[in-house]
């Protein structure tokens, strides 16, 4: 894909380096959470270096994952604000997902999906990083009755499958919908892109 | 397993049966706590046979020394003063540790091949050199058992001499206890020794005696004899019907599967969206009408 003046800058420089930072620790986290999570994954923490390093790096990777996402989070919590159109756009959604975008209504940044797939981001990482602080037996889980603890090992577990299972969809989307993926490596789309997609942003960026 | 006495029925996070065609002997250990003096031979015992030497506490105003469980004390006498109507002050003592559950909650929790392992004879292990030091084998314990050493960051806890046992001996406390109050042999032996004394105490006026082997961990390698073995939380809080917490097994239990499957799921799915849906492309109209506007905007 070549780079063309009439491009339009969707991210900056620092939003893609925090997305990546957070997309990072995401599949670091992700890959060493299963490995902890079910025997079927455990091979997976030979990529850490054995179990005992999974063990103990998996939380410090949450605690960057939870900081770098509440970074990102701060940016752009605000244009995921959901909207009337946005809840109509979910309503059509399954027209879209066949493949036929005609009818969908006009979104700006981000349409309905996105903004629910940030909110439900949102969600479920204030309850991995509470849920992971009172399984984290090396400096918190003392802290807490074991009843607590117990609690904390099955929210865990099922609110990361959740996401683990929103990242696929994420991912898959991006892919998806070809054009995609350059705004998270250099930021720009196609003008093209941004009308069939986002149109409504798309004017505010060209004012047509 | 060269050793028949070693064979293994179950191994933490490990989804395939382990090698089962022998039958071994179930043992068990028989705690009369009606018998105990409280004189800590056990404790010592442990330390000596097992080569641990816990650091030096202070004193609390209890005879409960150490005061816990420790990754170095793996077994504790507990203290409890009653007082009841009926009997006055009573000194219920009893000798605290791993249960040997024949549901071990540790080992169900346990996300490290083969950190715990249970042996064919019910004995409950776990196995260091295993173990990652996650702690979950805490989380699942429904007797607040293993402890995670600060040294080496590796749970312990009463191996109930597997090592001893391993060879036809008996382990280390039963050896030692002066009064005959710990028994050890197979666990219908024991259940029958139980029942003796059981009967003997009851004619000595404790009508609510009775062995704690319970059901809700489907038995334990470790029993009590209890002269209240109705009351046994007045024995520093025995747990009456303990079980492994719902939280656990549903953690441990279907979250697992479901969310594999959930998740491969999504993934399969998304494969055959693409298939079959073909991608998302921008459509030639809209291609064309931007480059209209862009002409539109070149000639102004
Ligand atoms: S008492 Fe706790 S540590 Fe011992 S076997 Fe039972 S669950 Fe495991
Ligand atoms: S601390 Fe060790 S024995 Fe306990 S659950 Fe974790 S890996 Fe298993």
């Given at each position: 894909m070549k780079r063309d003046p009439n491009d339009l800058q969707r991210y900056t420089a620092s939003e893609r380096a925090n997305h990546w930072v957070v997309g990072i620790s995401f599949i670091l986290i992700a890959l060493s959470g299963l490995a902890l999570f079910h025997p079927a994954f455990w091979p997976l923490s030979m990529l850490f270096g054995g179990g005992v390093w999974t063990r103990i790096i998996h939380p410090f990777l949450g605690v960057l994952m939870v900081v770098s996402f509440a970074a990102m989070a701060v940016r752009f919590w605000k244009l995921n604000v959901m909207t009337p159109t946005d809840w109509e756009w979910l309503k059509r959604a399954k027209e879209m997902v066949n493949g036929?975008?005609?009818?969908?209504p006009i979104m700006g940044k981000y349409n309905g999906g996105q903004k629910m797939l940030f909110w439900a981001l949102v969600v479920c990482m204030a309850l991995l990083f509470v849920s992971g602080i009172l399984i984290?037996?090396?400096?918190?889980?003392?802290?807490?009755p074991v009843g607590v603890v117990r609690l904390g090992a099955v929210v865990h577990a099922a609110v990361a499958a959740v996401m683990i299972a929103l990242i696929f969809v994420h991912v898959y989307a991006a892919i998806w919908?070809?054009?995609?993926?350059r705004a998270m490596w250099y930021g720009t789309v196609t003008r093209p892109w941004a009308k069939q997609h986002h149109r409504a942003w798309y004017k505010e960026m060209t004012g047509k | 397993m060269p050793l028949q006495s070693l064979d293994i029925a179950a191994r933490s996070a490990t989804t395939t049966p382990p090698p089962g065609i022998r039958k071994t002997l179930e043992v068990a250990k028989l705690i009369d706590v009606t018998k105990?003096?409280?004189?800590k031979a056990c404790q010592v015992a442990c330390m000596q046979w097992n080569d641990i030497r816990d650091e030096v506490g202070e004193n609390h105003?209890?005879?409960?020394?150490?005061r816990d469980l420790t990754a170095k004390s793996w077994t504790v006498m507990r203290y409890s003063e009653v007082e009841s109507q009926e009997r006055g002050l009573e000194w219920l003592i009893r000798k605290d540790?791993?249960?040997?559950?024949?549901?071990?909650g540790c080992l169900k929790a346990c996300?490290?091949?083969?950190a715990i392992i249970k042996y064919a004879n019910g004995i409950v292990d776990m196995q260091q050199e295993n173990c990652?030091?996650?702690g979950y084998c805490i989380t699942g314990c429904p007797f607040n058992v293993p402890r995670i050493s600060e040294k080496d960051n590796k749970a312990y806890k009463c191996t109930l001499c597997s090592d001893r046992v391993a060879v036809g001996l008996e382990p280390a406390c039963v050896k030692v206890c002066p009064t005959g109050c710990i028994s050890f042999g197979s666990k219908e032996d024991m259940k029958d020794i139980a029942e003796e004394r059981v009967v003997e105490l009851k004619e000595r006026g404790?009508?609510?005696?009775g062995l704690y082997d319970?059901?809700?961990?489907?038995?334990?390698h470790v029993m009590y004899v209890l002269h209240h073995a109705d009351k046994?939380?007045?024995?520093?809080?025995?747990?009456p019907d303990p079980a492994i917490s719902p939280m656990v097994s549903l953690w441990k239990g279907v979250t697992k599967p479901l969310a594999t499957l959930g998740l491969a799921a999504v993934a399969i799915g998304s494969l055959f969206h693409y298939v079959t849906k073909g991608p998302n492309e921008v459509s030639k109209e809209t291609e064309k009408e931007v480059e209209k506007e862009l002409e539109e905007e070149g000639k102004q």
């Open positions: 036929d975008d005609h009818n969908m984290w037996r090396a400096y918190f889980s003392g802290f807490f919908v070809k054009g995609t993926i | 105990c003096i409280g004189c105003g209890t005879y409960d020394n150490p540790g791993c249960m040997h559950c024949e549901d071990p996300p490290s091949p083969g990652i030091g996650c404790y009508g609510n005696a319970p059901q809700g961990v489907g038995g334990t046994p939380e007045l024995y520093n809080n025995l747990p």
